[in-house]
């Protein structure tokens, strides 16, 4: 999952201005002509994305075939997951641009300490002070802007599947409680703490008491398949089990990857970039299913999962690897 780098803020701010509204090694930002998004304008689209600039890219270049497939990825949209010391200028640039272009910013706070348990996103806050000063400017930066946040993926599940140590268990319920508490003090923010997938904790019951005692009761609802790959089908089952114990709490899910379902139970690492796959449904808050709020694309799709199966460091772009995502899903349109 994605990470990189800090700078002063009076600088980065600027230079974040300039990139949304246009300018950079490849050609403007400019929103691409002849959308074929059918997410209904529901929700802010970077024009600056790594898609869009690698389509920008391949129409110089001719490859304008490749550049058309990669346009399921590039006019859709996808959580922005803010990195570095200081996580405002990247919510600012989103936020800017939804101001401009209306939707709601799907924003990802992934900088829990002790993250993902030293594996290929290994990082995060290195303490506990640390974190809060981020979560506070993280908050800052949405201001009164509408936005939809995912709440550290993977955090809850690492404390029920053993990868967190236990002496780390009750700072990071409560760090997950505070954070949905501050986020939830912006007028227009929805919070979804993160739940995992069917795949990891089978048994949804397990993860009942360790969302509670990580403020579920005061989050708008729980993210389900983030960076996954689990079926819509699969993953509303499993969501409509976790609700009914969670008091009818609403979910959303990941459908950025799922179009062909998981590479398929016994295989080695099926999470990490495993070959084969599809985009999955396009981001809507129109379900259809009064227990799902939204599918999203949380995970980036063409972002890597880590350095598997050839594959860059995680949060990487990795344009052939969106390409067959994107081709893919265009066979099976």
Request: some cysteine.
């Amino acid at each position: 999952m994605p990470g990189p780098a800090a700078r002063t803020l009076a600088a980065l701010f600027a230079a974040v201005l300039l990139a949304g509204c246009g300018g950079g090694p490849d050609g403007p930002t400019e929103r691409l002509p002849e959308r074929t998004s059918d997410a209904k304008g529901e929700f802010w689209v970077d024009p600056g994305s790594d898609a869009a600039r690698q389509v920008r890219r391949w129409h110089a270049e001719g490859r304008d075939d490749d550049a058309r497939a990669l346009r399921r990825i590039a006019d859709r949209a996808a959580a922005v997951w803010p990195s570095g010391e200081d996580p405002r200028p990247e919510i600012h640039r989103a936020i800017q641009g939804a101001r401009r272009d209306g939707g709601t910013v799907v924003l990802v706070a992934y900088n829990i300490p002790h993250r993902d348990c030293g594996q290929y996103s290994a990082g995060g806050a290195p303490d506990a002070a640390a974190y809060r000063k981020w979560l506070e400017e993280f908050a800052e930066g949405i201001g009164d802007q509408p936005a939809l946040v995912v709440l550290e993926p993977d955090a809850v599940p690492h404390l029920v599947d053993g990868c967190t140590p236990p002496v780390h268990h009750a700072e990071r319920t409560a760090l997950l409680g505070e954070a949905v508490d501050r986020l939830k003090r912006q007028p227009r923010t929805r919070v979804y703490l993160d739940a995992g997938n069917p795949s990891w904790i089978t048994d949804p019951d397990d993860l009942v008491e360790p969302l509670r005692a990580s403020g579920m009761e005061r989050a708008d609802g729980f993210s389900l398949n983030v960076s996954n790959f689990q079926s819509d089908e699969d993953v509303t089952r499993y969501g409509r089990r976790l609700s009914e114990a969670l008091d009818g709490k609403t979910f959303v899910i990941d459908s950025s990857r799922n179009g062909s379902g998981p590479l398929g139970a016994g295989r080695e690492d099926d999470w990490c970039n495993p070959p084969g796959r599809s985009l999955g449904r396009a981001p809507t808050f129109e379900t259809g299913d009064p227990l799902v709020d939204a599918y999203l694309w949380i995970k980036r799709p063409g972002e890597s999962d880590g350095e598997c199966r050839g594959g860059p460091p995680a949060g990487a772009w990795w344009p052939d690897y969106a390409l067959g995502l994107a081709r893919n899903a265009g066979s099976a349109d």
